[in-house]
T-cell receptor, first 116, second 113 residues
Framework: EAGVTQFPSHSVIEKGQTVTLRCDPI?????LYWYRRVMGKEIKFLLH????????ESGMPNNRFLAERTGGTYSTLKVQPAELEDSGVYFC??????????????FGPGTRLTVL | ELKVEQNPLFLSMQEGKNYTIYCNYS?????LYWYRQDPGKSLESLFV?????AVKQEGRLMASLDTKARLSTLHITAAVHDLSATYFC?????????????FGTGTLLAVQP
């Protein structure tokens, strides 16, 4: 079974440009999460989809970030316009169901974003 | 706001030695994870601890949970080079619209021959 995949693995852009990150969850997983790790700091929650609906977007830094999950399958995270502080590693995770005691989130390898 | 503090941030140890990574968190939770990340790879779930006093072991790694002290430990026994990686603890927040992991800063473990 394929794991969570993310594309691209690396992206280098200039301040002010737009970047779109993509995440393909494990097939059949209704829950999809985005997290971000800024250099040297903890991994922080950005948002959570259940199927195509945003369940919790409390971690989104500002309105330059837009996440979508069309049809409840893959998800995209767009940053427009990118700022220097957006640099970091963006992780996607998915889980099958939202059970309190048995739900495990499976992570992708991350997209390393560098804004110059 | 839930905070998760992990220490040390960096750990260099010799093969064959023992050491412990600590994870303190600031509010109640009924689930705690330990993840491992190799450079450029996904976070791999090592352990999930569900209750007070839970202890789980896999090879040279043993994780424990004390919910009263809000403390989890990851103990490394007789370290080998293959254990070199970054280790994260993560506390699970669940309730209402909330369903997410709160991570510690990670511990970069380097095992020297």
């Amino acid at each position: 079974e394929a794991g969570v995949t993310q594309f691209p693995s690396h992206s280098v852009i200039e301040k002010g440009q737009t970047v779109t990150l993509r995440c393909d969850p494990i097939s059949g997983h209704d829950n999809l999460y985005w997290y971000r790790r800024v250099m040297g700091k903890e991994i922080k929650f950005l948002l959570h989809f259940v199927k195509e609906s945003k369940q919790d977007e409390s971690g989104m830094p500002n309105n330059r970030f837009l996440a979508e999950r069309t049809g409840g399958t893959y998800s995209t995270l767009k940053v427009q316009p990118a700022e220097l502080e957006d640099s970091g590693v963006y992780f996607c995770a998915s889980s099958q169901v939202q059970r309190r005691y048995t739900d495990t989130q499976y992570f992708g390898p991350g997209t390393r974003l560098t804004v110059l | 706001e839930l905070k998760v503090e992990q220490n040390p941030l960096f750990l260099s140890m010799q093969e064959g030695k023992n050491y412990t990574i600590y994870c303190n968190y600031s509010t109640t939770s009924d689930r705690l994870y330990w993840y491992r990340q190799d450079p450029g790879k996904s976070l791999e779930s090592l352990f999930v601890l569900l209750s007070n006093g839970a202890v789980k072991q896999e090879g040279r790694l043993m994780a424990s949970l004390d919910t009263k002290a809000r403390l989890s430990t990851l103990h490394i026994t007789a370290a080998v080079h293959d254990l070199s990686a970054t280790y994260f603890c993560a506390v699970y927040l669940y309730g209402g619209a909330t369903n997410k992991l709160i991570f510690g800063t990670g511990t970069l473990l380097a095992v020297q021959p």
